[in-house]
């Protein structure tokens, strides 16, 4: 789905961000925001590209660390609390979905994308080694390939196919 033309100049900005920059937006850098920002990107440029065509769900156990996955959706997505088509679900699996719809409001598609398990590192001797292990394993998941760190399925009406990515 192609985002509609605007006479704006700054709608459809579309960019990629650093380790650094997920880090500033979020206040560090974690695992989770990282895992989100991926997801975001990949149902940006795979599903719909208009982040008001789009809304996103994401179902985590509704506190950090695993709600930091919603400010990576954020970024990634271009899905914000501002446009109220994000939310957070509180649920025991971790996930986001993606819906568009088409105009007449008739066909609805779906994506969901199902976040691989994070094995954390083992706790360093003190809490600021445990945060630098935490964080240099963010760093390495943002180099990370889609299918290392999700799944995806999209859904189009009443079919569902899953795709390795």
Request: negative net charge; glycine residues 6%.
């Amino acid at each position: 789905m192609d985002k509609k033309e605007s006479a704006c100049k700054y709608t459809g900005i579309d960019r990629d961000y650093s380790v650094a920059d997920l880090a500033a937006f979020h206040g560090h850098l974690g695992p989770y925001i990282v895992l989100g920002y991926r997801i975001g990107r990949y149902a940006k440029k795979n599903f719909c590209s208009d982040p008001f065509q789009m809304k996103a769900v994401v179902f985590c156990e509704g506190v950090p660390p695993q709600s930091c996955l919603a400010d990576g959706v954020q970024i990634g997505s271009g899905c914000t609390l501002g446009k109220r088509n994000i939310e957070i679900s509180v649920s025991d699996s971790l996930a986001v979905e993606f819906y568009t719809e088409n105009e007449n409001k008739k066909e609805k598609k779906k994506i969901v994308i199902r976040p691989r398990s994070i094995a954390f590192p083992e706790h360093g001797e003190n809490d600021e080694d445990s945060e630098r292990l935490i964080e240099m394993q963010a760093e390495e998941m943002y180099f990370m390939s889609d299918s290392e760190l999700f799944s995806v399925e999209i859904e189009a009406a009443s079919s569902c196919e899953k795709i390795d990515s």
